[in-house]
């Protein structure tokens, strides 16, 4: 199995591991792959549920399905893998929600060049979507090639969605970027292949958030990766939420969760984030350094605010 990062969610994926044995072939990673041909097949799956993942008087029923089928297509993005099939299971308690949630799944699948290609409907209490994703690749980024010496960067922008969901804890109206962030990512589909074409040597996607997700590249790279705060792409909306909630903004930005970006370890002489926003409309930006572990420094995630390391954690579904 890929080593993973700390955290509760993460302990039960190593039992969970440990229970089917011989059963199950090698975990851990974004997706798993199968070869066919000169290509891999990468697989992944993603749960969105009601009331854990999102309220209905904060969405719509398109941007609930458009927001469940980005979140598995991110998997794909992290492993540079591309022509996104998607598979989606329904669990509504109307069957009349199911065709604006598949209006919505259809049109981030579309978005990204991909389609669905089948699915299931079935009655239930709570809302919710299972979305399987198949794309292709010739040679996957793992999460486990990181090398000393490699720079550490990030898609986008961090703390939008964190912003979002802390204005509506609140009661309040969030700022339409940061709404647009929660309810719309964008699957960083071709900013994934370009990344795995300039040599990235370790990829995921931005899940459950900086401070928590940087952990499995360093375990399962077996390095140290030391991250600046203060180098963090953080946009005015999510300074201005956490500051109403009494934070910093770059410690409230890497321990918000569905950022959906791409952290991704390039080679040391890659400085061709312009490049990156000129090919894929994305930007790119260096927050950090991949350093080596040894028995006076084991493998873990360093970050530094002001020069100084603070202890931060991201987002964990049984914390």
Known sequence: MTELGPGKEFDTIRRIAAALGAAATELGDDCAFLSVGGEQLALSTDSCVERVHFRREWLTLQEVGWRATAAAL??????????????????????????????????????????????????????????????????????????????????????????ALQT???????????????????????????????????????????AGDAGHIAAASRCRLEIDLGHLPIAPEVRAAAAASGQAAEPFAAAGGEDYELLVTLP??????????????????????????????????????????VELRGFDHFA
């Open 168 to 210: 509506w804890l609140h009661g309040g109206i969030p700022a339409e970027p940061a709404r647009r962030k929660f309810s719309h990512p964008e699957p960083r589909i071709a900013a994934g292949q370009w990344l795995a074409a300039q040599g990235a040597s370790a990829m995921l996607d931005l899940s459950d958030g900086l």
């Open 268 to 309: 040391a002489a890659f400085n061709s984030a312009e490049e990156c926003l000129r090919k894929t409309g994305v930007p790119l930006t260096r927050i950090g350094s991949c350093l080596a572990s040894g028995p006076a420094a084991p493998p873990g995630v360093i970050l530094l605010t002001h020069g100084q390391p």
């Open 74 to 163: 991110s998997d794909l993005a992290a492993v540079g893998a591309g022509a996104p099939r998607v598979l989606a299971a329904l669990t509504v308690p109307d069957r009349s929600e199911a065709e604006p949630l598949m209006a919505g799944a259809g049109a981030a699948a579309v978005s990204v060049g991909g389609v669905v290609i089948g699915g299931n409907v079935t009655h239930g209490r709570e809302l919710s979507l299972t979305i399987t994703v198949v794309g292709t690749v010739k040679q996957p980024v793992r999460r486990s090639g990181a090398r000393p010496g490699d720079g550490l960067w990030v898609t986008g922008l961090l703390g939008l969605p964190r912003a």
